[in-house]
């Protein structure tokens, strides 16, 4: 029929439907939160200084045939390895010289990319000042070409020397095997072994000579700029899209975190659906849709029919006994109620509390819960409370400003003589008198009588 009072409250499981349940709910702290995120995304991106990203584009061309071979793959396809060049292109030795030849101590870094299958290097620099950030990416740019030219140089002078001191060697050992056969008789072993020696130094100093002639024709062409660096139009930082799209996400973390904590630590009831969810008791019927101050008038009399019935019928179901003890909360409720309360006819008898009996004799219990005045937990005390003295609660009466009133269903009786009214605990009031009906002493307790005094017997 009820929950015991001790009942645990359903809370938000790990059921999406419950999230989802719970972001309805505090919404308003989501919404809030996201639109925070995004304003302060926006200042953000105001406050940030302005920055311009220029791009210098390098078509590298080999430069001999010392150059190191690269693997061919599906992203590059060239005989050259552009990823070592980008990493020469940003390194230090390459920083130095732009920031020399641009008079500065120390350069901006830059940003080196390889567009795939391309032997094309990309690079960027980023400055305060468009001018700036292209006339240092060009910098960039010369000061890459000029390593290059420089490390191909100085690479093919050692090849050339290394040949030219090999080709020396050769010439010298050609020069002592030419005066030994001069000396050597014809036909002689030796004179045929110098022979063989002479033919093997003639061939390895053509070679090296070729290899010597070949090297000092070697045209060094490190590369080309083929797309110079234009002072940019446009900011590329701050983004937009960045600070504005990372705010309202940060701001919708914030907010989903900050509702799960409020849906955790909020305890007030303000709609129906909240004291069953925070306090596991049943709602026989909700009775706060009078959100305007001016409809309450209208609302105490246009009321549907429908609403009430449901409700007596819910309650006199519920009840397992005849008398029902009606609780409000807050205490004042009734009270404070700016207009005149709903009717509910039920053939019980309605408890109020008021008498000191109303524990002892209740078979079951009503709470009307005020939306927006109570806790949970002062609810569930209510209900602790109840349980104690064993009195089920049926369920609870969901009120704003209009709040039901409970009286017993009058029905017309036959005149009941003195003797039996004595004996049940009826008495008929004065409208009852009129009208052929009586009205429980239960709910219009009886005033004590006052004693009979006895006449002492006097003498006779």
Known sequence: MTQPPDAHARRSGGELEDHLALLRRQWLVLVGCVVVGGTVGLGLMRLTPSAYTAVTEVQVMPIGAQEPGNQVTARQRESLNLDTEAQVAASAVVAGRAA???????AEPAEVTVPPNSSVLAIAVTAGDPQTAAVRSAAYADAYLAHRRDSALAALTEQQQAVLSKLRQVNAGLDATIRRLALLVRGTPD?????QRQSVLNRQAASLALKYDALRTVAVTPGTVISPAVPPSEPSSPSLPLYFGTGLMAGLLTGAAAAL?????????RHAADIERLTGLPVLADLSCADEPGLLHELAYAVEPGVLHELACAVVAACPGKRLLVCA???DLCSSSPVEPFAVSAPLTVLDGTDV???ARADAALLLVGLGRVTAPEV???????????????GVVAVTDVV???VPLLEPRTHTPLGKLVATGEFPTTTSSELGISTSAETTPLSPMPPLRRSRPGPP
Not at 191 to 195: G, R, V
Not at 380 to 394: E, K, N, V
Request: zero cysteines.
């Open 357 to 359: 009996r109303d524990l």
């Open 380 to 394: 569930s005390a209510a209900a602790r409370r109840l349980g104690r003295h064993d009195i089920p609660i049926i």
């Open 404 to 406: 039901p009133a409970f």
């Open 329 to 331: 909360l807050p205490t």
């Open 100 to 106: 020399k030849a641009l008079g500065l101590t120390t």
């Open 191 to 195: 004179h045929t072994i110098a022979l």
């Open 261 to 269: 904590l409020r849906d955790r630590l909020d305890t007030r009831l």
